[in-house]
């Protein structure tokens, strides 16, 4: 290993939370800055190291915030200027670092630039945008982000007399990222914020960003070019300052938007999740072990950001067919849990069927894997969703805090909610809930604490050499670190049987082994066996040489 100290990102374990979702803290039924800045101490306690916030700007929100029709103002829902910045002190009180959705591919069609732009074709604004009187035809394969809902990527509009390009809803207009003006606009929105102290953003859309937009003057002749201009202007601004790709591509096309470690330090291992709900819904360790080879290894100071869910929906739409239609029959077999044809639009909790002991070990993989851990608000204690909510909404529920009104999301009436808490079945605020599981030392939540804390004392996780092993069981996945005769195995039992198997560890020869998970010694005598239960996980070092 190289002797390069790992950055704060590196070494991240990122929570993403949905402001309007989390904690209302003036009672009118939205989630806001004041409810979020007291729950801090929750967050500090669960162990995050970084919160993304998803977009919380002024929009009409139309596609969850992600419409931003002034990228400088906070939307009034959620709160003030002041209300942010009190958060983002207390966040950095308690050690936790903040990053923000940085939304560029395109604007609200109500933001002022799009406004102008269309009402006057002389305007600078006009070319903020990507219009055409005649669309050329849509390239073979380039199609709606939204199939189904939206199904032209040219809109007319009828005050600019002119088509404008689009690859979300027709109220979100593509920037036209190859207009150096709009580029310095970028650049002044990162700049905003980052001097209040945001340690960086989560770039969305970003290959739309840099994509064809169906127009020659529209295509940036360095397409790259853009990412490595915000990449480098946040350092400058913020030393260490990250960027987070939203890339969700096949690996071969993603590898690129790492560039040199000079473009998007960390991307969303989109691949990965849906090779993870291979692996569980097949009980068979071969899918999880595919979906690691697939990935191209990141350049130095970069990785992947691994999780199992996002607030979007699990989106199969970049692997092979028969591996989606494995998954869809487990993990979402009625239409219902379905959206777009590509997608899951289910939590982890319910799609693993409440059991606690396989959400446990699903977290258990995303917790020991190289890169950091993304957790969804919520997954930590295992809340559901709502299918009876449209498309992507399902999933985003309020948070579930306690057994009291509202699931103490909010003290409004319960007609008031942004939206409403889940109050039947096994995933009822009522069952489910923070309050309940802080006191319960077997919850998935202290689970969850656990696992953040071991990974953020094992330095290994970044420092080491990933290794990937195999188990004499098809059912069992074993990964590893190794870091100068140091090694730590991760064991995981992906099926619901009792296995006794055999570890093969390739060249290595370790002998006595501490349980890190219930702390207890371990040897190998002759055969490396281990018996493990239902969904059963191990975290075992091997100190110096084996020894
Ligand atoms: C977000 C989606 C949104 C889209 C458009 C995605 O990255 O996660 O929720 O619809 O960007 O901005």
């Known amino acids: 290993m190289p002797n390069r100290s790992s950055t704060w990102y590196e070494e991240a374990v990122i929570y993403s939370i949905d402001v309007e979702k989390f904690a209302d803290g003036n009672g009118d039924g939205i989630g806001d800055f004041i409810g979020l800045t007291e729950k801090l101490t929750y967050l500090s306690e669960l162990g995050i190291t970084c919160i993304w916030l998803l977009p919380f700007f002024r929009s009409p929100d139309r596609d969850n915030g992600y419409d931003v029709s ?138 739309l960003i840099i994509a064809n937009k169906g127009l020659e003057h529209a295509n940036p002749r360095d397409p790259h070019g853009i990412l490595r201009q915000i990449g480098a202007y946040l350092r400058s601004r913020r030393p260490g300052g990250v960027l987070v790709g939203e890339v969700n591509l096949p690996p071969e096309a993603s590898d690129a938007f790492f560039g040199e470690g000079d473009q998007l330090q960390l991307l969303l291992n989109f691949m990965l999740a849906c090779y993870l709900f291979a692996g569980f819904a097949k009980e068979d360790a071969a899918a999880i072990n595919q979906g690691l080879s697939l990935l191209p290894e990141p350049p130095a100071g970069c990785g992947w950001v691994n999780f199992l869910r996002n607030l979007d929906e699990l989106d199969f739409s970049r692997v092979p067919t028969d591996l989606k239609q494995a998954v869809f029959e487990v993990f ?180 006595r082994f501490r349980d890190l998970i219930d702390d207890a010694e371990f040897e190998v005598v002759k055969k490396p066996r281990l018996e493990l239960e239902p969904y059963a996980y191990r975290w075992l070092i091997s100190k110096g040489n084996g020894s």
């Open 70 to 207: 002034d990228f400088y103002t906070v939307n009034p829902k959620v709160g003030t200027l002041d209300d942010f910045l009190a958060f983002l002190h207390g966040a950095g009180e308690h050690g936790i670092r903040v990053i923000i959705d940085l939304v560029v591919n395109h604007t609200s069609d109500q933001h002022p630039w799009f406004q102008a732009a269309r009402r006057d074709d002389e305007t600078r604004y006009r070319d903020y945008y990507v219009w055409s009187a005649d669309p050329p035809p849509v390239a073979v394969g380039a199609k709606s982000i939204f199939p189904g809902e939206v199904d032209s990527l040219w809109t007319y509009d009828e005050v600019a007399r002119a088509y404008y390009f689009h690859h979300f809803y027709d109220f979100q207009p593509e920037l036209n990222a190859a207009n150096p003006q709009v580029r310095e606009e970028i650049l002044r929105i990162v700049d905003y914020w980052i001097a209040f102290g945001v340690s960086g953003f989560r770039l969305d859309a970003a290959p």
């Open 332 to 511: 979402a077999p009625k239409k219902e849990m379905q959206v777009f044809d590509r997608g899951i639009r289910r939590r982890v909790a319910p799609m693993l069927n409440g059991d606690q002991r396989r959400i446990e070990m699903a977290f258990s993989i995303v917790f020991s894997l190289k890169g950091p851990p993304l957790v969804v608000y919520g997954d930590e204690i295992g809340i559901g969703e709502d299918l009876s909510r449209p498309g992507r909404d399902a999933v985003r529920v309020p948070m579930q805090w306690s057994a009291e009104k509202n699931g103490g999301f909010s003290t409004a009436n319960t007609g008031k909610l942004y939206q409403p808490v889940v109050t039947e079945g096994k995933f009822s605020y009522k069952k489910v809930n923070v309050a309940d599981q802080e006191k319960d030392p077997g919850s998935l939540l202290n689970k969850v604490r656990r696992f953040i804390n071991l990974r953020r004392n094992q330095p290994i996780f970044t420092k080491g050499r990933a290794v990937r092993l195999s188990a004499t069981d098809p059912a069992v996945l074993v990964h590893g670190f190794e870091d100068a005769g140091d090694l730590l195995l991760l064991v995981h039992n992906l099926a619901d049987r009792r296995i006794e198997t055999e570890i093969h560890f390739g060249g290595m020869q370790p002998k």
